[in-house]
C-alpha cells in the first residue's frame, strides 16, 4: 500500500508563494494518477488540482487556475503544488491524493471518491 508525505506548508502573506510536495513510498509512482484537496475549517473537502500518471494532462479547479501548478517527478516519487499569489482564501489543510486504477493516459481524478491513497494533510495559512 502506497504511503504519501505531504510537506511545505507553512504561513505566508496574501500575495506570496508555497510549494507542496508529495513523496510517495510505492516505486510505481509512475503509475499513479496524483491530486490535492484542500479542506478549510468548517468547509467540505474540494478538489484543488490533479495530474495524470502519464503527467500529460492536468486540471485545476477555477479558483486556482493561472496561480497554481501541479507537476510530477517520477524519479524522486514526488507531485509538486506550486501556489503562487495566494490569498487568504487559500487557507487550508492541503491533502495529496494517488491512485493507480488504470485508467488512461489522460486521465484526471477529481473527486475524492477518485482517490484510494491520502496523506495527513499539510497547514496552508495564508494572512491578509
Known amino acids: 500500500q502506497v504511503q504519501l508525505v505531504e510537506s511545505g506548508g507553512g504561513l505566508v502573506q496574501a500575495g506570496g508563494s508555497l510549494r507542496l510536495s508529495c513523496a510517495a513510498s510505492?516505486?510505481?509512482?509512475?503509475?499513479?494518477?496524483m491530486g490535492w484537496f484542500r479542506q478549510a475549517p468548517g468547509k467540505e473537502r474540494e478538489f484543488v488540482a490533479g495530474i495524470s500518471w502519464t503527467g500529460r494532462r492536468t486540471y485545476y479547479t477555477d479558483s486556482v487556475k493561472g496561480r497554481f501548478t501541479i507537476s510530477r517527478d517520477d524519479a524522486k516519487n514526488t507531485v509538486y503544488l506550486q501556489m503562487n499569489s495566494l490569498k487568504p482564501e487559500d487557507t487550508a489543510v492541503y491533502y495529496c491524493a494517488g491512485t493507480n486504477n488504470g485508467r488512461g493516459r489522460l486521465w484526471v481524478g477529481v473527486t475524492s471518491m477518485d482517490y484510494d491513497y491520502w496523506g495527513q494533510g499539510t497547514q496552508v495559512t495564508v494572512s491578509s
Open positions: 510505492e516505486r510505481t509512482f509512475s503509475s499513479y494518477a
